[in-house]
Nanobody, 122 residues
Framework: QVQLVESGGGLVQAGGSLRLSCATS????????VAWFRQVPGKEHEFLAR???????YYTDSLKGRFTISRDNAKNTVYLQMNSLKPEDTAVYYC????????????????WGQGTQVTVSP
């Protein structure tokens, strides 16, 4: 069982930055792919980025280089660095992990965190 805990969300002005963390106590975290999603009320989870167990990364085109995903397996943590934030980035951000899947479909990920709220003011 993998338990994920997100942190780092909060209120930031447009143009600012935040770094989200996704931590787990699982001993085999390095063998899991981890993805970041976000969700606004009434909409489906939106895929943002993922990092595989080997460290390869993939981003949704809409981010245009503003977000960076990384992992520190020694700390059992995956990060999402978010720069040049916009009001439309306001959402609840989730990390998800899976031992076999590392695609874009949120329904394929077995483990999810509780989410962290990011609010970007104009």
């Amino acid at each position: 069982q993998v338990q994920l805990v997100e942190s780092g969300g909060g209120l930031v002005q447009a143009g600012g930055s935040l770094r989200l963390s996704c931590a787990t106590s699982g001993r085999t975290f390095s063998s899991y792919a981890v993805a970041w999603f976000r969700q606004v009320p009434g909409k489906e989870h939106e895929f943002l980025a993922r990092i595989s167990w080997s460290g390869s990364t993939y981003y949704t085109d809409s981010l245009k280089g503003r977000f960076t995903i990384s992992r520190d397996n020694a700390k059992n943590t995956v990060y999402l660095q978010m720069n040049s934030l916009k009001p439309e980035d306001t959402a609840v951000y989730y990390c998800a992990a899976d031992a076999r899947y590392f695609g874009l479909d949120p329904y394929e990920y077995d483990y999810w965190g509780q989410g962290t709220q990011v609010t970007v003011s104009p």
